[in-house]
């Protein structure tokens, strides 16, 4: 497991305030399996991460997302947290990234509240998807089909709904990376737009 990833460059997307579990432990298993990483944010610097709604560990940027191209990366993992994805839907370069990696068929594993960020590319109308419970009442209205499960895989896209889900998570976000990109994930997004 340790080569499945050798050679994939994975872009992380997070602001102030992601849940700090949901991008170690996703960064973790994809350095594990070989993989090289990139933290995308909207400024350079650091961000700040959260245990819950405890100050937690702050992270090195390593790209500020105006200066990141889909085009560079072979798949993208949004981490959840309450204000993170709040931030990130509220900038329109970060939107446009991650709406670019579903119009390419490249593989995104969103988390927890990290969906919010995916209503706003407009790529969740008619997939399958899960979440945290509260947001998925936003999922419905902007056309997903939404089911409770720990994780849910629709063309490339893996969801989950929290930090207990992460080993599920992990694992399907690995295999659907592996897998490379999807034409399916590009095509539900046309029908999506």
Known sequence: MAEELKGKKIAFLAADMFEEVELAEPWKALEEAGAELELVSLEDGEIQGFNHYDKAGSFKVDKAVEEASANDYDGLVLPGGVGNPDNLRQDENAVQFVRDFFEQGKPVAAICHAPWVLIDA?????????????????????????????VVVDSGLVTSRKPDDIPAFNKKMIEEIAEGKHAKQAQKTQAAS
């Open 122 to 150: 407009g790529v969740v109308s008619g997939r399958t998807m899960t979440s945290w419970p509260t947001v998925g009442t936003d999922l419905r209205h902007a056309g997903a089909n939404w089911v409770d499960k720990e």
